[in-house]
């Protein structure tokens, strides 16, 4: 899992988002509503595959963005992650607490855990 998240708030468009991807060498950025009291309602999650094929910058991301977003508990294990990314077909998980997004998984991080394992 990593952290600190990227995350935006809305209204955003696409060339605002693809930049902070670009510049932060991210795939994914999560789209949030924050409250006062700093808890956090995601409303979707933008993938540099949600982004292909959009060549207007100033298109709204919400026409882009992908709505359904998959969360896990920070203290789920790797294999229950794997498993949640499998049965969604999807590349990201976000992983949130007591209502703020404390971490995110991806796909590539279990890539990096099996070329750290020696076989």
């Not at 693809?18 to 510049?23: H, P, S």
């Not at 540099?48 to 294990?77: A, C, E, R």
């Not at 997004?101 to 796909?107: L, N």
């Amino acid at each position: 899992m990593k952290n600190p998240v990227i995350t935006c708030t809305l209204p955003e468009d696409v060339g605002n988002v693809r930049d902070l991807m670009t510049q932060k060498g991210i795939h994914a950025i999560p789209l949030v509503d924050v409250e006062d009291n700093g808890r956090v309602t995601i409303r979707g999650i933008v993938t540099s595959d949600d982004l292909v094929g959009v060549y207007d910058d100033t298109v709204d991301i919400q026409q882009v963005m992908t709505q359904k977003v998959h969360v896990v508990n920070p203290q789920s294990n790797a294999q229950s992650a794997a498993k949640m990314m499998i049965r969604h077909n999807t590349h990201h998980l976000v992983a949130m607490e007591d209502g703020k997004i404390v971490g995110m998984v991806s796909s590539l991080d279990f890539v990096e855990l099996i070329a750290e394992q020696k076989i």
